[in-house]
């Protein structure tokens, strides 16, 4: 099966049904996940592979909504499927591709599940509440700081000592 993946695809999951006994897992996990998904390289970072029974009292599909935050209508979509998995699972996240276009030839001892999508949120600009935030602000002098004044005062103190010792030198000679 092939899959393809866009360029800078973001907030895509994939689901993998994995067909190894737990023996083999290990192994997979470590260094056949990016053979079987049929790319070079992935960035372990985001990938999981994890038996279903693991999530007992939440579920697979309460874990892609929770876990992964896929919304859950979509995963309602996907219940049958969802339901009848037994076994270890593989999700892939899009980050795993680090923004390369990828082409997946998917195969055993995985099986495609689904491709599901993260939610979200579409970002809302609201005007200001209050009627004094809106408008520009004066841009007055900044406030002077206790070190800036310090050193000012310095200055003024050492071109005062400087033009007594300046004074004191002419008056003796």
């Known amino acids: 099966m092939k899959i393809n993946v866009p360029a800078h695809e973001a907030r895509v999951v994939r ?29 372990a970072d985001y990938i999981e592979v994890f038996h279903v029974s693991d999530l007992d009292g939440m579920g697979l599909a309460q874990y892609l909504t929770d876990g992964a935050g896929i919304p859950s209508e979509q995963v309602a979509e996907h219940h049958t499927v969802l339901s ?3 076994g270890h699972v593989l999700l892939v996240m899009s980050a795993a591709f680090g923004g390369d276009a990828q082409t997946l ?15 979200t949120t579409p970002i809302a ?16 002098k900044p406030v002077k700081s206790d070190a800036r004044i310090g050193g000012m005062i310095a200055t ?10 300046g004074l004191m030198i002419w008056v003796a000679g």
Do not use: H
């Not at 083999?24 to 079987?36: C, G, K, L, Y």
């Not at 030839?105 to 939610?119: D, F, G, I, N, W």
């Not at 003024?156 to 010792?165: E, G």
């Open 125 to 140: 600009f609201e005007p200001l509440p209050d009627a004094s935030a809106k408008g520009v602000t004066a841009q007055g």
């Open 84 to 86: 009848s998995l037994k």
């Open 15 to 43: 689901l993998f049904a994995i067909d190894l006994d737990a023996r083999q897992i290990a192994d997979f996990e470590r260094s056949a996940v990016p053979s079987a998904l049929g790319v070079r390289a992935l960035d």
């Open 156 to 165: 003024y103190a050492l071109i005062f000592l400087f033009a007594l010792v």
């Open 105 to 119: 030839q998917v195969k055993a001892p995985l099986r495609y599940v689904a491709t599901l999508s993260e939610a």
